[in-house]
């Protein structure tokens, strides 16, 4: 059976979500977060992009809750927000690798 359609607003949240990850900077921070909870810094060597960039990313990322973050001592760690971003992303990269007609 076929879900219905999803509403405006649904369809709204899902055009920006995709607008989100159109930037290839934030996409790879988004993929970094992928491996588990990460500090910034941590995140900022695996993309090679500048710490305060990574910052701004992740903070647009949290806002669009495709990332959480939690204290740990003195750091705040990030990893993807759940099974659904996590999933999307893998079904992503494999569509992207495959060869079609």
């Known amino acids: ?3 219905a359609p999803p509403d405006d607003a649904r369809i709204a949240l899902i055009a920006e979500t995709y607008r989100l990850l159109g930037d290839p900077t934030r996409l790879r ?32 990322l949290h806002g669009a809750r495709l990332v959480r973050r939690h204290k740990q001592q003195r750091h705040v760690l990030y990893e993807a ?6 999933d999307m992303l893998h079904d992503m990269i494999e569509h992207a690798g495959e060869t079609g007609d």
């Open 81 to 86: 927000a759940d099974a659904h971003i996590r």
């Open 29 to 60: 921070v988004l993929l970094a977060c992928l491996d588990g909870p990460l500090a910034v810094g941590a995140i900022a060597e695996r993309t090679g992009a500048s710490q305060p960039l990574v910052s701004h990313h992740l903070r647009l």
């Open 1 to 3: 059976m076929t879900p």
